[in-house]
């Protein structure tokens, strides 16, 4: 008769402390990313999961944790699904129910993500890529979910092309060029300014809710910033993006007030508490430092902030 193992991890600690997060991180499976009109797109996604772990015991069970996200996610693989975000809800409620000392599971994924599209002037056959994000957290009150993407993009900084404005200024004039001509030259002919490579995170804690698409969140974050960028650029390509993107100058700030923006108009249906977290962090060109903005706030505070009206706390 064999011995029966001990289960170490539910005896007792020697430091009586709860924990919010014990599990495991990269764990990379394939997930199917359903479409209604043609064949799955096939995503290698990296996961995380994790349990809250009461004082009084030891450890979790980490390999019942692995159990579970292969269950989950074998299935998800068997029939494509059409929200990454109900993968990672279906895995976060499996684990809760399966571990009767936690009362939060909480399940996050990245993957890269392709989509094809055409260049803004040649006009050619190109691809690009961004980084789903999408999560769960289960408890006992119910499953809340979110869905969200990181993507690359260009920014151009307005400060420096002040300054280009104000030499060509000086220099037209110094030419005998009249105000006029000046004014209406700087209009049509955007000036020089330092560019960076953007990054600019969206996500969207939906419940569930309608209107929440990953291509329009995927969107919304690239039309943040001053233009977007393309694996394939002829030399009428970088000609668009170079004019696009100095017509278009934004600070960091500037981008991440453009999210909300367009947050608010594109998902017109989000509930006032749905929770909405955007980031843009610039890769700087002319400075050894990058540069940061975010906010975090719930979709009912942008819309009464962008309508113009007072919000509580907002001094």
């Known amino acids: 008769m064999s011995q029966q193992l001990p289960d170490v991890q539910a005896t007792q600690p020697d430091v009586s402390v709860g924990l919010?997060?014990?599990g495991v991180t990269g764990v990379e499976k394939l997930v199917k990313l359903g479409r209604a009109d043609d064949r799955p797109i096939v995503l290698m996604a990296e996961f995380e999961v994790f349990v809250d772990l009461p004082s009084w015991r030891k450890g979790a069970d980490m390999s019942r944790n692995m159990e579970v996200i292969d269950e989950t996610l074998e299935a998800a693989v068997a029939e494509p699904a059409y929200r990454v975000e109900d993968v990672c809800g279906d895995a976060a409620e499996r684990l809760l129910e399966k571990h009767e000392y936690t009362s939060e599971a909480t399940v996050k994924m990245e993957a890269e993500y392709v989509t094809r599209e055409r260049t803004p002037a040649s006009d050619k056959r190109t691809q690009s890529t961004a980084t789903i994000?999408?999560?769960?957290c289960a408890t006992e009150e119910g499953t809340t979910e979110e869905i969200g993407a990181q993507v690359t993009g260009m920014t151009v900084c307005p400060c420096s092309q002040g300054m280009s404005n104000a030499r060509a200024r000086e220099t037209l004039a110094d030419l005998g060029v009249d105000d006029e001509t000046v004014a209406e030259f700087i209009d049509r002919v955007p000036q020089a300014g330092h560019s960076q490579r953007g990054h600019a995170t969206l996500r969207i804690e939906c419940d569930g809710a309608p209107g929440v698409d990953l291509h329009d969140v995927i969107r919304v974050a690239r039309d943040s910033m001053s233009a977007h960028i393309y694996n394939l650029a002829k030399r009428p390509?970088?000609?668009?993006?170079?004019?696009?993107?100095?017509?278009?100058?934004?600070?960091?700030?500037?981008?991440?007030?453009?999210?909300?923006?367009g947050v608010v108009n594109e998902f017109p249906d989000l509930a006032d508490d749905a929770v909405v977290t955007m980031k843009q962090s610039n890769d700087e060109s002319i400075h050894q430092h990058n540069a940061h903005a975010e906010r975090v706030a719930e979709v009912g505070q942008l819309r009464a902030e962008l309508n113009g009206a007072d919000v509580p706390g907002d001094d």
Do not use: L, P
Not at 133 to 136: E, F, N, V
Not at 247 to 257: G, H, L, Q, T
């Open 20 to 22: 919010n997060h014990v």
């Open 133 to 136: 994000i999408a999560s769960a």
């Open 237 to 261: 390509d970088e000609d668009h993006m170079t004019e696009t993107s100095h017509a278009n100058a934004k600070f960091v700030e500037d981008c991440v007030r453009d999210m909300a923006d």
